[in-house]
């Protein structure tokens, strides 16, 4: 059974990228695969840095589970968003956050004109449903 879905708030202060994971982890570790929740806690940390770093006002999370997949969103109240990926210098510090989620998200995306990013990541296991395994 999956749990009811996740809703925190967090300032814009350095502690709430900790706050933030430490509540996904909370909440899903009695439900997911450990490398599920690895780069879930990866994800949510990189969003809400940015969130912090560049956005503006009260940070909302978001977080469902289903057979599927993670969902993770993440809101402020900025002004908007670019969705873009940044090439860097190899010796730059920062600047590397969206790269690790296109890397590590099963999908991601931005509400268009808002700063509402999200995240999936996509939960192993038969997509059949039992009247339709062909192991039955």
Do not use: C
Request: hydrophobic share 40%.
């Amino acid at each position: 059974m999956n749990p009811e879905p996740l809703e925190l708030r967090v300032d814009r202060s350095r502690e709430s990228v900790s706050r933030a994971r430490g509540a996904l982890a909370a909440w899903l570790e009695p439900h997911v695969e450990r490398e599920e929740l690895y780069r879930a806690k990866l994800l949510v940390s990189e969003l809400v840095t940015n969130a912090v770093l560049h956005g503006q006002g009260e940070i909302e999370i978001r977080a469902g589970l289903d057979d599927d997949r993670i969902l993770v969103e993440v809101i402020d109240q900025g002004q908007g968003f670019e969705h873009d990926l940044r090439a860097h210098d190899f010796d730059t510090i920062g600047g590397r956050g969206l790269m690790i989620v296109e890397a590590e998200a099963s999908r991601w995306g931005v509400h268009e004109g808002t700063t509402h990013v999200w995240f999936e990541v996509e939960r192993p296991g038969p997509r059949l449903g039992p009247d339709q395994n062909p192991l039955s």
